[in-house]
Every structure is written in C-alpha cells, then in structure tokens.
C-alpha cells in the first residue's frame, strides 16, 4: 500500500499532466486530431496503465478531477478507459440513451449502466466534448454488466463535472481580476465577488462529498452548471466566442450533464 506522501506525487503528477499538456493547448483539443495524439501522449505517461486502478478510488476521483481542470474530453476518455478496464469491458464503448455512444477504440460493442450488447450506428458531431468520436444510432442489449458498473461510471462522471466547473472558476476569477470596469477590477464589485464565492464554495462540498461517497448527483450538477453559467456571464460578450475556455467548459458541462443518465441521477 502506498503512503500518503506517494499518492501526493501521484496527485501531483496529474496536475502537472493538466497543466503542461491539457490546459495549454485546451482549444485545440476539440480537434479529433489534436485530441488523439494528447491522448496517445498521455498513454506514454501512464495514464491509462492498469496500476491506476489500483489506486484507491478517492485517489481516482481526484485525478480526474485534475485532467477535467484541464480538458473534460481528455478527463471523460479516461474514466471510460479505467471503467471498461475495472470491469472488463475492453473493445466496448459506453452508450447514452440507446441512441449515443462515445467512441474511444474500434469495435460496435457497447454498454449501458445496466446491460452491454452491440451498437449499430454512424458517426455525428455533438456540441461538446468534440474531440471524441460519437457514433448516432441503436442500442441492441444482449447481457448484463458487471455488478456496480453503472454506480462506478457514474461516479467518474461526476467527477469529471467537477473538475471543468473548477477550471471554468479558474477562468472566471482570473478575467475579473484582470478585467476593470469604472476604473477598477470587476471582481470588486459585489455581485461579481458573490458569484465567484458562492460557486466556489459549491464546488468545494460537491468535491468533498463526493470524495466521501455521498450521494450528491443533484448537488454536483447544480453546482457545476451555475459556475460555467457565472464564467460565461462575468465574461460577457467574450463568454460566448471560442477564443476563451469558458465557451468550451460550458459546452462541455452542459454535454456531460446530458450523458448522465436520468433513471442514475439519484440522491
């Protein structure tokens, strides 16, 4: 068993991750392109190695958090490669609503949080998370999943929603410092500071209860769809352009949101 000290360095290395490679170039990621070689680059890393799954789970949940803080596609592959891999679902992809699938390998097999069988469909754009490849069409069950598949899954979900929230804050709270209006920052003003703090403070329970194992589905979806909303907001016109993050975290919470499913969201 590792020390605190090692699962530090672990924590660590996926905030350096996040922040050397994911939030650097966190636009360009939308491209298939660009997206597929960050990710081969983080294979080289480890970060998909089977040893992250034997790191205990709120160690887990903390790492994707990290990866979301700098990229949700990058952040969402990664905890469909670690779920497919704790249960043994290697060469299927997970699929939403019967109708949507996340592609992240070749093959037509695909699972639900309660069945897997084979997905038949073609490939489509959606508006967030544009760097992975989604595949449109039908769910045809033909077995059940492994038991605590679809808690597992969306509990990594979750986290994910999360730590883009935390990154559109980081955005949000960086611009109104900077951005002066009447000849000071606009963070000074009260109603900016209270959006700031009032989310932040949301994110911070929902981080922590989830770490904990509460069932905090509504909390953390709340909170994070009030932040990106809040980021965009204290952004004004440039909120809603894709030259700045906040546009594409808030396209990316609003894109996770839709993929929990309803008959999960719990609590």
């Keep these: 068993m590792l020390s605190f000290e090692e699962y530090a360095d672990i924590l660590g290395l996926f905030g350096e991750i996040s922040a050397k490679h ?38 887990r949940l903390q790492a994707l958090m990290e990866l979301a803080k700098g990229e949700g596609a990058v952040a969402f592959y990664t905890a469909t490669v670690w779920t497919k891999e704790e249960f043994g679902l290697k060469g299927f992809s997970p699929v939403f609503g019967g109708r949507l ?24 754009e959606v508006l967030g998370l544009r760097g992975l490849t989604w595949m449109q069409g ?67 329970a929902s981080r922590s209860g989830l770490l904990d194992g509460r069932p905090i589905v509504y909390q953390a979806l709340d909170s994070a769809l009030f932040v990106a909303d809040k980021a965009v907001q204290i952004f004004g016109g440039y909120g809603y352009i894709a030259e700045y993050p906040v546009s594409k975290f808030f396209r990316d919470v609003r894109m996770l949101r839709s993929l929990i499913p309803a008959a999960e969201v719990q609590g």
């Design 22 to 59: 994911l939030k650097v170039k966190v636009l360009e990621l939308d491209r298939r392109e660009t997206f597929e070689q960050t990710v081969n680059e983080l294979k080289g890393m480890g970060v998909f190695s089977e040893e992250m799954l034997d790191l205990p789970l709120p160690v």
């Design 138 to 204: 039908d769910f045809h069950p033909e077995g059940d999943v492994p038991p605590g598949l679809g808690e597992r899954f969306l509990t990594y979900l979750l986290a994910v929603v999360i730590g883009v929230a935390f990154a559109s804050h980081e955005e949000a709270l960086t611009y109104s410092r900077e951005r002066k209006a009447f000849g000071r920052p606009v963070y000074e003003y009260g109603e900016i500071k209270g959006f700031l703090d009032r989310g932040l403070s949301a994110l911070e």
């Design 101 to 124: 699938q996340a592609r992240t390998e070749e093959g037509d097999g695909g699972f639900s949080p309660r069945a897997k069988g084979r997905f038949t469909g073609e490939e489509v």
